[in-house]
Each structure stands twice: as structure tokens, then as C-alpha cells.
Nanobody, 124 residues
Framework: QVQLVESGGGLVQAGGSLRLSCAASGRTFSSYAMGWFRRAPGQKREFVAAINWRGANTIYADSVKGRFTISRDNAKNTGYLQMNSLKPEDTAVYYC?????????????????WGQGTQVTVSS
């Protein structure tokens, strides 16, 4: 089992930045790829970014490319999502997830492990 706990959400003005963290415990975090997803009110959960177990490969949704950066520190069992140039449409609950492959953590369905989510609100 892997337990994931997100933090770092909050209220920020448009154009601002936030850094989300995903702290992992349990089985070896470094064995898993990690992804970030978000769910806006009334919307489906959508993919944001993913990173492989070593941190060498990343994938981003088109809507966040150039603004968000996913990273991880396996020594600290923690993943991150640096969010810059935030827009009101980025407002959502953000979740981290983990699974065995990079491709697996680009899809919300069937993932092995999820965090509880952290709210990000971007005001205009």
C-alpha cells in the first residue's frame, strides 16, 4: 500500500503561483510513477501531469504545458507540482496518484493509489 497526502493548495490571484506537494508513505514511492489530476466543480476528473519513477520522463496536458512543472524527490518520498501563471480556469481540487507505469498515471481510471485532494482557487 502507498498512502498519498497532498498539500499546498490555497487561494491565489490570477497570474500567481502555487506549489503542490504529494507526500508518500508505505511501500517504496520510488517504484511508482506519479500523476496529478484535477476536478473542477461539475466536471470530470482530468489529467494534469505525470512523471515516471526516476523523474526522467514527464507528460503534460496541453492546458498546462509551459505553466506547470511536475517533479519528484524520491529521497524525500515526495512529488511536486509547480504551478505558475495560474488562471481562474485552473480552479479545482487537485489530486496526486501513483501506479506502476507512466502511461497508467495519465488516465484517471483504475489507478492504484490516490490522495485525498487539495483545493486550488484562482481569483480573477
Amino acid at each position: 500500500q502507498v498512502q498519498l497526502v497532498e498539500s499546498g493548495g490555497g487561494l491565489v490571484q490570477a497570474g500567481g503561483s502555487l506549489r503542490l506537494s504529494c507526500a508518500a508513505s508505505g511501500r517504496t514511492f520510488s517504484s511508482y510513477a506519479m500523476g496529478w489530476f484535477r476536478r473542477a466543480p461539475g466536471q470530470k476528473r482530468e489529467f494534469v501531469a505525470a512523471i515516471n519513477w526516476r523523474g526522467a520522463n514527464t507528460i503534460y496536458a496541453d492546458s498546462v504545458k509551459g505553466r506547470f512543472t511536475i517533479s519528484r524527490d524520491n529521497a524525500k518520498n515526495t512529488g511536486y507540482l509547480q504551478m505558475n501563471s495560474l488562471k481562474p480556469e485552473d480552479t479545482a481540487v487537485y489530486y496526486c496518484a501513483a501506479d506502476s507505469t507512466l502511461i497508467a498515471v495519465t488516465r484517471a481510471e483504475g489507478l492504484a493509489y490516490w490522495g485525498q485532494g487539495t483545493q486550488v482557487t484562482v481569483s480573477s
